[in-house]
Nanobody
Framework: QVQLVESGGGLVQDGGSLRLSCAAS????????MAWFRQGPGKEREFVAA??????YYADSVKGRFTISRDNGKNTAYLQMNNLKPEDTAVYYC????????????????????WGQGTQVTVSS
């Protein structure tokens, strides 16, 4: 069992930056693919970024602005968000899973077994 707790959300102006953290319980953290998804008002949950041993993967909408990373010694994943835009406003969720084992599937919500409670990110124009 893995428990995930996100932090770092908040209100920021257009062009600003935030760093989200996802603290995980469990001793096999390094074995899991970690990902960030988001859900904006009236929208479906969408993939943002994922990190596996083979690399990092991003949605086109955040490439060049967001960076996902992890510290296996601290059981924590991060999402550095720069040049934030109003359309980035959403609840951001951290997710973990063993099944997202290839690049072509890391964006699939249903393959992640564990989810955090979400953290609100609001970007004002």
């Amino acid at each position: 069992q893995v428990q995930l707790v996100e932090s770092g959300g908040g209100l920021v102006q257009d062009g600003g930056s935030l760093r989200l953290s996802c603290a995980a319980s469990g001793r096999t953290f390094s074995s899991y693919a970690m990902a960030w998804f988001r859900q904006g008002p009236g929208k479906e949950r969408e993939f943002v970024a994922a990190i596996r041993r083979s690399g990092q993967y991003y949605a086109d909408s955040v490439k060049g602005r967001f960076t996902i990373s992890r510290d296996n010694g601290k059981n924590t994943a991060y999402l550095q968000m720069n040049n934030l835009k109003p359309e980035d406003t959403a609840v951001y969720y951290c997710a973990a899973g063993l099944r997202p084992n290839t690049q072509v599937v890391v964006h699939i919500t249903g393959l992640y077994d564990y989810w955090g409670q979400g953290t609100q990110v609001t970007v004002s124009s």
